[in-house]
């Protein structure tokens, strides 16, 4: 192994005049690419989404490893799918589904930009669907 895990290293011998070399073997990476609604495409980059989720969670209990980690899945469930192009409304939904775990806050603040809350009752809609797929002990209770 070389480069971290990257890289496989071998020493080989060319077998007409016996001088020794080394090869080193790497995965080639399709670069992935993100799809907008406008039809645009761009280079995918980690660091953006991370940006865009950490504005969601200014002020909240969320650490740079809790971001971190939920880019990495995001990333990796994408790679998954072995497409080279992602939707941009798909990668939405997968931050969407781990920020609901990670903080409901930070999820109501990312989900009133990605699916563009224009009203109070859309707050409303998401809030009773978030309590609902919460189970009942992990509810907070009602501040009164």
Same mark, same amino acid.
């Given at each position: ?11 080989r ?14 995965i080639?990476?399709?670069p992935?690419?993100?799809? !907008? ?8 980059? +980690? /660091?953006?989404l991370? %940006?865009? $989720?950490?504005? @969601? ?11 971190? !980690? ?8 994408? +790679? /998954?799918e072995?497409? %080279?192009? $992602?939707?941009? @409304? ?7 589904e ?38 009942p002990k ?7």
């Amino acid at each position: 192994m070389a480069e971290e895990g990257r890289a496989i290293r071998r020493r080989r011998q060319c077998e007409s005049c016996g001088q020794r070399y080394t090869t080193y073997e790497r995965i080639e990476e399709i670069p992935l690419l993100v799809q !907008k609604r406008s039809g645009q495409r761009e280079a995918f980059d +980690k /660091e953006k989404l991370i %940006s865009g $989720v950490r504005k @969601a969670c200014k002020n909240r209990p969320v650490t740079n490893d809790d971001l971190d !980690k939920l880019a990495e899945d995001v990333v990796d469930t994408v +790679k /998954e799918e072995g497409s %080279s192009v $992602v939707m941009s @409304a798909d990668l939405g939904l997968q931050i969407l589904e781990r920020l609901r775990v990670l903080d409901d806050v930070a999820y109501l603040r990312f989900a009133s930009v990605y699916k563009d809350f224009q009203e109070l009752n859309d707050f409303e809609k998401e809030l009773g669907l978030l309590q609902k797929k919460l189970p009942p002990k992990e509810r907070p209770a009602p501040k009164i």
